[in-house]
């Protein structure tokens, strides 16, 4: 069974950095891209960053890029993503994904940036 | 505001049948896979369809999903109270090198 389990979420400060990671289990964690995808409060969705299989290539979106991060770690089944300069625009749930477009999602992690 | 158009709602009776339209462009729909997703309240989202109109193994068959040109459509029949779901379409964008959603459908069996 596929399973991927966030964590790392937290109440963080204007300003702060929080490392969510995505553990992953029951496939074969190496040959597909990972992504994360955030929620905002009553909000839609919002793709945020993926990662291909040996994590040579990434993508953002515009709104994080130079402030967020994502790598990963094959050998351990699991992704990372490492979220500096926070802004209170980042509150959200933010979800880990399998593939690009998602067959198998966690069930998120709450990210609340506020002072 | 979303590269892709959803109607911020749909509505109609158990047992009728809903469509969701989502509008993009060729840098999106137009030159890559649609995807649908179905996020029932509190929940995280499961993705109902891909590449445009095939089913998961548990996408039931009341979910069919389609695309000509720059737009694509999710269709539900026989609407079920427990269809009752924000849905959510996706693909990539080539000109953003991103994956872009609209911004949601809410679905209500009346």
Partial sequence: EVQLVESGGGLVQPGGSLRLSCAASGFSFSIYWMSWVRQAPGKGLEWVANINKDGSVKYYV???KGRFAIYRDNSKNSVVLQMDSL???????YYCARRTNGDYWGRGTLVTVSS | QSVLTQPPSVSAAPGQKVTISCS???SNIGNNAVSWYQ???????????????KGLSGT???FSGSKSGTSATLGITGLQTGDEADYYCGTWDSSLSAYVFGIGTKVTVL
Avoid: C, F, M
Wanted: no cysteine; hydrophobic share 30%.
């Fill in chain 2, 60 to 62: 039931p068959d009341r």
């Fill in chain 1, 87 to 93: 802004r209170a625009e980042d509150t959200a749930v």
């Fill in chain 2, 24 to 26: 993009g462009s060729t």
């Fill in chain 2, 39 to 53: 996020q029932l309240p509190g929940t995280a989202p499961k993705l109902l369809i891909y590449e445009n109109n």
């Fill in chain 1, 62 to 64: 515009d709104s994080v």
